[in-house]
């Protein structure tokens, strides 16, 4: 007795929105990868020796196990394909995360036929926004300098994203302390900290803040998931430092050292307003909304610890131009993002007329973050790299 399966409209349009961010983010990886200044590269070869030798490179090895597991069992070319694959891969999931995570609000469950597009149409925007970098065209800074919260050429990054969407999103979800969220938390905390630990070491601290002042707080997180998550990634944390050994120095004291690579102290605020405008926006306008909404309040918490790390901290010498600090404000202003979209897109009170000045406002923010972010990703297609920042010939 054959079975049919019964496919939703909103399965369709997932479907549907997992082919169309594999064509568009596919493309990017790939140039990404097979720039002149690639991160692809040397994480490839990182999962080449991985599956040769058995020896682990980096602490955080999840993206080299995945590469060198579809080397293994796909009949791709090289190491660099496979890695393709799982950046491409990593960035279709983080479609289908946000694209989840828009349709579970609660407004949602009454929506239009229409909805399951609009969410995904929203998904695709989020993965494609950038700063507000129209100032710095002229000198080809779209990069650096800014917090970005989607960059195409690092691929542990790329698998961070959905995983650190997913795991605040576990984390903030009203499930009463089950077992089964703790669970989750659990998971998605190792997996993000084995993709890369930048969101972790800002998550964290603000989760443990939370706790602490949760009486005065309006209610965000499961507290048995937060729990987990705190043990699980002060776990995880604590074996990779002991891996990197006698490695040079991760953490330095050194207040605007990295960020003055590549720009002024004057412009620095500037650059930090054009990166976060939106989020600002939507905060500064509808805050009466904003101090009861639990999950946005802690996104912003994590951006702020994540941010400061990149202009207070860097690494040792040799490595301190490598500004590996910053990854955690990318990631944690991603998460931002979509968190503010949340809020964005409800309804705003409509005898509030500063929440719909606010609004308007918001719109044509977003448009310009939106904007903004088309012109880095259409450089980063055509010119890789060449619009990061004015380097020096030698550089």
Known sequence: MLHTVAFTPRAWVGAALAAASALVFGLA????????????????????????????????????????????????????????????????????VLYRLILAEPEQERATAHEPWAAAGWALALMLLGPISVF????????????????????????????????????????????????????????????????????????????????????????????ASLAVGAAVLACQAWVRGSQPALLGFAPFEVMSYYSPAWQMPFLLLCSIAFPLCVGLGRRRELRSHGPLLLAWLVFAIAAAYGYLLAEAEPNTGDGNWLWSGQVALFVLLAQTVLLFRSRADPLARRAARAQRLGWMVLVLHLACGLAWYAAEVVEPHEWWFPFSESE
């Open 29 to 96: 990886t790939w140039r990404g990868a097979s720039s002149a200044e690639p991160d692809y590269a040397p994480h490839a070869g990182w999962a080449q020796q991985l599956a040769e030798t058995g020896r682990i490179a980096p602490p955080h090895p999840l993206f080299h196990l995945l590469t060198a597991a579809v080397h293994a069992l796909l009949p791709v070319p090289s190491y660099l394909a496979a890695a393709v694959i799982v950046g491409t891969a990593a960035q279709v999931g983080l479609a289908l």
């Open 136 to 227: 710095t065209w002229p000198r080809h800074q779209l990069y650096l300098g800014y917090i970005v919260p989607n960059v195409f050429h690092n691929p542990t990054v790329t698998l961070l994203k959905p995983l650190a969407v997913a795991w605040f999103w576990s984390v903030t979800l009203p499930r009463q302390d089950s077992r089964r969220s703790w669970l989750l938390a659990g998971v998605l905390t190792l997996a993000a900290t084995l993709a890369k630990p930048s969101f972790t070491v800002a998550f964290l601290p603000a989760l443990a803040l939370w706790l602490v002042a949760s009486r005065r707080l309006p209610r965000a997180v499961d507290g048995g998931a937060a729990l």
